[in-house]
């Protein structure tokens, strides 16, 4: 089970580097990485997967807010 989100989470990780994730193709783009991942999956791994998904966008999130917070001091 959590192989295939972890491969998911890099997949999605390289893809917002790469700045592919944002404006309206991006929107489309995760969701259909997230849908793909989640396809013929139970009830109980989809949360794992869409958990590894978002995570690493999160993690990047939490770290702007700290630079922005550190650079306004």
Request: glycine share 14%; aromatic share 2%; charged share 15%.
């Amino acid at each position: 089970m959590p192989a295939a989100g972890s491969g998911t989470a890099m997949v999605a990780a390289a893809l917002e580097q790469d700045g592919r994730l944002t404006g309206h193709h991006g929107a489309l783009l995760s969701r259909a990485l997230a849908d793909t991942t989640t396809a013929g999956a139970d009830a109980i791994a989809v949360g794992y997967y869409a958990k590894a998904v978002i995570a690493p966008g999160l993690v990047v999130a939490v770290h702007e807010v700290g630079d922005a917070i550190g650079a306004s001091r």
